[in-house]
């Protein structure tokens, strides 16, 4: 906010006379005046006038050099002619020594940045939930487990060791933005990493492990089995649905829950020995 003083002079420069009240309301009290002193106008000389009050006095050549020594340097004559060319270097002593620059009549040439290729973003969703407040279950969020896939799913856990229910926190949507982006994988794993982080900050929970449920997710190839995307590793269970149809994937599955369930007692027995 700027002065009442200072207003009224933007507004006379700009040739808009100051504002005064012509109505009253009725029974209104009058409006208060207020005085305002006017700063004093400078008298000096605009920045233009000085210059040209410079370039028209003559350089005096004896009587100065006589008082004084002579400096190095252009005089300020010479000075104030180079800067109405617009030439940043300062001129030599003499002027008719001073080489013309002759008028370029191409532009600059300014390097344009290199465009960077984007791309649409990954889209899916997911559905959070949390094990005994430890680990992560990721769930597929567009496609619902059935009864009987959920029932499936608590059968792996207690076959595999772990805890058979499990709390849903949230889902996430993905992209949160619609916009292009030049790295669509790298961000949506940044998005989920956040989510999670915020999910664990805001329920209070220390999670040492995450179980990803499904293979044809488009985000369950961001997490990968080593700690690239998380400070623990993540493990891959095919989806229940596909569990349901194949006594094949049944078999091959097997191996995976021993894996799970060993890397569940390792770790608490690593945090029981921390604390």
């Excluded at 899916?124 to 969020?141: C, D, H, N």
Aim: glycine residues 6%.
């Amino acid at each position: 906010m700027i002065g009442d003083p200072q207003r009224l002079q933007y507004l006379e420069a700009m040739g808009i006379p100051a504002w005064v009240s012509r109505y009253r309301f009725v029974n209104a009290r009058p409006t208060e005046q207020g005085e305002w002193q006017l700063p004093a106008k400078s008298e000096k000389a605009a920045p233009g006038q000085r210059l040209q009050a410079l370039l028209e006095t003559p350089v005096e050549a004896g009587g100065r050099a006589s008082a004084e020594p002579r400096r190095e340097g252009p005089a300020p004559a010479a000075r104030a002619r180079a800067l109405l060319d617009g030439d940043g270097e300062s001129p030599g002593a003499a002027e008719s020594t001073r080489p013309t620059r002759a008028p370029s009549s191409e532009p600059n040439e300014v390097a344009a940045p290199e465009p960077v290729a984007t791309t649409a973003p990954l889209r899916f969703t997911l559905s959070l939930a949390v094990l005994e407040k430890r680990w992560w279950l990721l769930l597929p969020g567009e496609h619902v487990l059935s009864a009987s896939a959920q029932k499936l799913l608590r059968q792996l856990l207690r076959a595999a060791g772990l805890p058979s229910k499990w709390s849903p926190l949230a889902t996430l949507s993905w992209p949160l933005i619609e916009t292009p982006v030049s790295d669509p994988a790298g961000e949506a794993r940044e998005g989920i990493q956040v989510f999670c982080a915020g999910q664990a900050l805001r329920n209070q929970l220390a999670i040492d492990g995450a179980l990803v449920i499904g293979d044809s997710e488009p985000w369950t190839s961001l997490l990968t089995e080593d700690a690239d995307a998380f400070d623990f590793p993540c493990h891959h269970w095919p989806h229940p649905e596909a569990l349901l149809v194949s006594a094949k994937a049944k078999r091959e599955c097997w191996p995976l829950l021993h894996a799970c369930g060993r890397a569940w007692q390792e770790r608490a027995t690593t945090t029981a020995r921390s604390l």
